[in-house]
């Protein structure tokens, strides 16, 4: 092996590890999304928390969204909805069988999240959204402008005490 192709396999290496690097930084650039949500979730004292065994049965029971933008850039959230998918298959094929939009008794839509910035919505827990949890797999889907693709979290319905 000469010099000259120990050059051009070394500038050949180079490249690809700074053409890698290109795109994570591209990647890594643009606005992330973190969803969490909870089930039996309700209003006590004007706050929000998470139910135990001391859940007062008189109270609207929510389900809580927490989304956060772990990214670079800020981004706004524009549509909130359910998605139900009846099984395994219509899941992986992402073809929901149910959909549905949710309007949000806290927090408003659309809204603009900056970096490191979250938003907290809740959504009335009703017998149909835990028959719907129950009988497949129900998800919070949530849109935003940075992405073209829905962000979705899963909705587990908790067994209440």
Known sequence: MTISEIAAWYAAAVATIVFLWDIYKWRMGSARLHVATTSNSFQLNDRFIQSGTDKPRDREVFVSIDIQNHGAKQTTVTYLGLAHYRGLISLILRKPTARFVADPQL????????????????????????????????????????????????????QSP
């Not at 999240?113 to 129950?134: H, N, P, S, Y």
């Not at 009988?135 to 909705?155: D, E, N, Q, T, W």
């Open 107 to 158: 927090g408003t839509i659309p809204e603009v999240l900056d970096v490191g910035t979250r938003w907290f919505g809740l959504i009335k827990q009703t017998a149909q959204i835990e028959l719907l949890a129950r009988s497949g797999y129900l998800f919070a889907v949530k849109s935003h402008a940075g992405s073209s693709k829905p962000v979705m979290s899963r909705i587990r319905i908790a």
